[in-house]
Every structure is written in C-alpha cells, then in structure tokens.
C-alpha cells in the first residue's frame, strides 16, 4: 500500500497530461456529436422523406462500423485521400460521428414522445416547422433526453480511450506508456482505472440529478 | 365568411367526410351537433388545415385553405382553434402561452403583446393565474386559457372542438359562460359540441351531423326542439334522454 503511495505520487503527474487530454477529446467529441444528431434527428423526423432516408442510411452505417476502425479510416486512410488531420483532431471527429447515432437516436426518441397535440396547437396559432420545433418541441424533448444524454457523456468519457490506438497521448495510453518501461503495472493500472471512475462519478450524479428532474412533471 | 363546397375526405378506405357543403357568416354561431365518428371535428379540422382534405373546396374570406400552401399560415392567424384536449405549451405560463402566437408569428412587441395577454387573461377570469403553469391549474382554468391563446391571435374566427367534452361535469360551465360572452360579443364561433344547452342558447344555426354528410340543419331552436329528421331526432333523444 505504501508502495502504491509513492508510485501514486510519482506517476500522477505524468498521468494528469493524459487526464488533460481525456477531457480534451470528450468534451470535443461531445459537442460535435450532439451538434451532428441534432441534424440526423431533426432530418428524420422532418417528413421529408429523402431527408428522413438519408438521415436513416447516415445512423446505420455509423452504427454498423466499429468507433477504433472509424478512427483508423480518419488517421491513416484519409491523408491518401488529402485531408490530414493531426491524431487529436481524427480522435475528436471520430468519436463524434461515432456517438452521433446514438445521440440522433436518442434525440428523435425524445421529439416524437412529446404529444402531437402539441405540434396541433403550435400550427394553430400559425407557426411553421422550425419555430414550432424551435419553440414547442425542442424546449420539451430536453427533459426527456437529458438522461441517456448524461449516460452518454459516461460512455464517451470511457471511450475516449479508444483514441490511444491512434497516437493521442490520453490518460490510457500514458498508462500504457509508464506501466511498459516501469514495470509497474499494478500500481499504474490500478491508477488509471481510479482516476476515470474519478472523472466518471460527477457524471453519474449529473445523470442522476436529471432523472429525477425528468421524473417530476 | 367560411364557406365549404362539397368536401369529401377520407382515411384510408374509410370515408369521413362525404361530400360537406356549408357557410358561416361574419358573427355568427354555428353548432355541428352528430354521434361520434360521424365527421365532426374532421371538418373542424379541414377548416384551419390540421387535416386535408381530398376534393371540393374550403375557403376563408376567399382564401382556399390548403395546407400545403404557404397561405396556411394566413389562414390559421385568421381563424384559431380550441382543442378538447386544451394542448396548451406546459413548459411555459399561462401568460406566456397566451402571447407566444403574438410574438413570434405575428412579430408584435413583447410589451404590448404581454399587456393584451394579461387583459385577456383578466377576460377569461384568470388575471390571477397569468404565472401558473398549466399543469397547476384545473382543466376549466387550461380550457379558458386555450379561449384567451386563441383570442391573442385577433382571429376573425375561432373554432371549437368539444371544448367541453374532457372536463369534469363541475367545470364545464365556466368554460361555456365565457364562451357565451364570446358570442354576445359578436365574434364568429364554430362550435363542435355535445352541450345541446349551450347549442340550443347561444348558437344562431346547428348542423347536424351523420356518417360524413349534413343531415339536417337550420336555426337551433328549430333544429333542437323540433327536428324534423329521424336520426336527428334518435340522436336528441339518446343525446338528452341517455336513460
């Protein structure tokens, strides 16, 4: 234990550049994931059908590829076709396409639970798509995603551990990186995982704070 | 006012509507009376283009509603409706629903549109209530808020499906008394409704409705008291006698 103690106070250093840029690739990934869902979302459910098929095709296809060979494809195979992007940015774009199905999944989950009386009432007093979504639907949807949303925000905190398979020194490759030259896989390993449950705890209370927010009408 | 020419509608295979010719003149009070299914409210609803309607023609003051039109947004500023079920906004206030038409369709400055809002809310009764959310008021309170949403709008006429049918027996009539204010008020109202108290009352004319078609029409009194076709007269009688 005290053993541990000291490699703790050792290594944390080293490991707080990774924890940095967990949250780097996270946070980015997060807001590029609920910006691109939105679209599928409201694509899907805008009665468009080519539009709605489209957005269908986009969710399946992301779906059906794995989030490590996604960020493989953006790394290596897209500079052959011109667009280079360094590792940290293949990562943030990545995992945001990556969890885009789910959020654009989620999102027309909630549009479509609210009832339709409302879009009726809406029309009545002469509001067209956007401002009936912008005004009506929107406002409400939000408290019925808001907690898959959190629970979300857990997977791609863990997640963002993927983008150590493409170069991006996060908190799980620098853990890979001190246990293979320390030989202290115990202590940094053991490290590693605290230090994500640590970040992962306030996002739990977060999804549980809206839960009951959702519960209460 | 409104006029509808030979308006046929259907669901499917089913056909709701069957060929529905009608016209409601500026102020005045027209009842559409009929069993359920019979195609009432889907007339209502043809009128300010929450449905289609598959032949014939409807228009407003010459205005042919078609819902994919842009005009529709015209139309439905000009002739607002007041659901059974209320659909009132519940994220928002009972002042807030009452301006949100004001402000973001019709682009009226907020402190006027908030001033007519509360004065309008004081006319339905509920200058009280104007912070309230819906879910904290009772379905008489919703309902007359739905009245003054629909009255934000300075529509030339509003339309009312069952606007009683989903409140409890005691709070039925506060509903109607501001309606029948309305009325005396010369605003224009048609009113799909099972009240034949309030039809018989306030409404000028009453349609009565079966299997899709006009079965029997004429000034309420006549119709009500007196009707001259068999089924409107099994209807009344199952209607006012459910015994």
């Given at each position: 234990m005290a053993k541990f103690a000291s490699d703790a106070v050792e290594f944390l250093p080293i490991l707080m550049h990774g924890v940095a840029l967990t949250i780097i690739v996270t946070l980015g990934s997060l807001v590029l994931s609920t910006l691109l869902g939105l679209v599928w979302a409201l694509m899907r459910v805008s009665g468009i059908a080519p539009l709605s098929w489209a957005s269908a095709a986009i969710i399946n296809l992301i779906r059906g590829i794995p989030i490590i060979v996604l960020l493989f494809y953006l790394y290596f195979v897209m500079p052959d076709l011109g667009v280079t992007m360094t590792a940290l940015q293949a990562a943030i774009v990545g995992l945001g396409i990556a969890y885009s199905a789910y959020q654009a999944e989620n999102f027309r989950a909630g549009i479509e639970a609210i009832d339709k009386g409302q879009i009726e009432a809406a029309q009545a007093i002469g509001m067209g798509w956007g401002l009936t979504m912008r005004r009506v639907i929107l406002p409400q949807a939000v408290r019925i995603v808001l907690p898959p949303y959190g629970n979300v925000m857990i997977m791609m905190l863990k997640d963002s551990s993927q983008a150590s398979t493409i170069t991006v020194a996060e908190l799980a490759l620098q853990g890979k990186l001190i246990a293979s030259s320390t030989f202290k896989n115990t202590s940094v390993f053991t490290l590693v995982a605290l230090m994500y449950l640590t970040m992962s705890i306030p996002l739990i209370l977060l999804v549980r704070h809206f839960e009951k927010r959702a519960g209460r009408k | 006012m409104i006029e509808l020419r030979d308006v046929h509608k259907r669901f499917g295979s089913h056909e709701v509507l069957k060929g529905i010719t009608a016209s409601v003149t500026k102020g005045e009070v027209v009842c559409i009376i009929g069993?359920?299914?019979?195609?009432k409210s889907t007339i209502l609803r043809c009128i300010n283009g929450l449905e289609s309607y598959d032949s014939g023609d409807i228009t407003i003051e010459g205005v042919r509603v078609d819902r994919?039109?842009?005009s529709i947004v015209a139309v439905r500023t000009q002739v607002s409706m007041v659901f059974q079920r209320f659909?009132?906004?519940?994220?928002?206030t009972a002042l807030e629903n009452v301006i949100e038409g004001p402000v973001?369709?019709?682009?009226?400055?907020r402190s006027l549109a908030v001033e007519r809002g509360r004065a309008l809310l004081a006319q339905v009764g509920l200058a009280d209530k104007a912070?309230?959310?819906?879910?904290?008021?009772s379905g008489g309170q919703q309902q007359r808020v739905a009245i003054a949403r629909a009255l934000a709008m300075q529509p030339k006429a509003i339309l009312f499906?069952?606007?009683?049918?989903?409140?409890d027996p005691e709070l039925v009539g506060e509903v109607l008394s501001v309606m029948r204010k309305l009325a005396e008020a010369g605003m224009t109202m048609v009113v799909v409704t099972h009240e034949m108290g309030f039809a018989r009352e306030v409404a000028d004319r009453v349609l009565f409705i079966d299997g899709g078609v006009i079965v029997e029409q004429g000034p309420a009194k006549a119709v009500l008291?007196?009707?001259?076709?068999p089924r409107t007269q099994d209807f009344l009688r199952r209607v006012l006698h459910p015994m």
């Amino acid at each position: 234990m005290a053993k541990f103690a000291s490699d703790a106070v050792e290594f944390l250093p080293i490991l707080m550049h990774g924890v940095a840029l967990t949250i780097i690739v996270t946070l980015g990934s997060l807001v590029l994931s609920t910006l691109l869902g939105l679209v599928w979302a409201l694509m899907r459910v805008s009665g468009i059908a080519p539009l709605s098929w489209a957005s269908a095709a986009i969710i399946n296809l992301i779906r059906g590829i794995p989030i490590i060979v996604l960020l493989f494809y953006l790394y290596f195979v897209m500079p052959d076709l011109g667009v280079t992007m360094t590792a940290l940015q293949a990562a943030i774009v990545g995992l945001g396409i990556a969890y885009s199905a789910y959020q654009a999944e989620n999102f027309r989950a909630g549009i479509e639970a609210i009832d339709k009386g409302q879009i009726e009432a809406a029309q009545a007093i002469g509001m067209g798509w956007g401002l009936t979504m912008r005004r009506v639907i929107l406002p409400q949807a939000v408290r019925i995603v808001l907690p898959p949303y959190g629970n979300v925000m857990i997977m791609m905190l863990k997640d963002s551990s993927q983008a150590s398979t493409i170069t991006v020194a996060e908190l799980a490759l620098q853990g890979k990186l001190i246990a293979s030259s320390t030989f202290k896989n115990t202590s940094v390993f053991t490290l590693v995982a605290l230090m994500y449950l640590t970040m992962s705890i306030p996002l739990i209370l977060l999804v549980r704070h809206f839960e009951k927010r959702a519960g209460r009408k | 006012m409104i006029e509808l020419r030979d308006v046929h509608k259907r669901f499917g295979s089913h056909e709701v509507l069957k060929g529905i010719t009608a016209s409601v003149t500026k102020g005045e009070v027209v009842c559409i009376i009929g069993p359920s299914g019979s195609g009432k409210s889907t007339i209502l609803r043809c009128i300010n283009g929450l449905e289609s309607y598959d032949s014939g023609d409807i228009t407003i003051e010459g205005v042919r509603v078609d819902r994919t039109a842009p005009s529709i947004v015209a139309v439905r500023t000009q002739v607002s409706m007041v659901f059974q079920r209320f659909n009132l906004f519940p994220h928002r206030t009972a002042l807030e629903n009452v301006i949100e038409g004001p402000v973001f369709v019709k682009k009226e400055k907020r402190s006027l549109a908030v001033e007519r809002g509360r004065a309008l809310l004081a006319q339905v009764g509920l200058a009280d209530k104007a912070d309230a959310h819906p879910p904290q008021l009772s379905g008489g309170q919703q309902q007359r808020v739905a009245i003054a949403r629909a009255l934000a709008m300075q529509p030339k006429a509003i339309l009312f499906d069952e606007p009683t049918s989903a409140l409890d027996p005691e709070l039925v009539g506060e509903v109607l008394s501001v309606m029948r204010k309305l009325a005396e008020a010369g605003m224009t109202m048609v009113v799909v409704t099972h009240e034949m108290g309030f039809a018989r009352e306030v409404a000028d004319r009453v349609l009565f409705i079966d299997g899709g078609v006009i079965v029997e029409q004429g000034p309420a009194k006549a119709v009500l008291n007196q009707p001259q076709h068999p089924r409107t007269q099994d209807f009344l009688r199952r209607v006012l006698h459910p015994m």
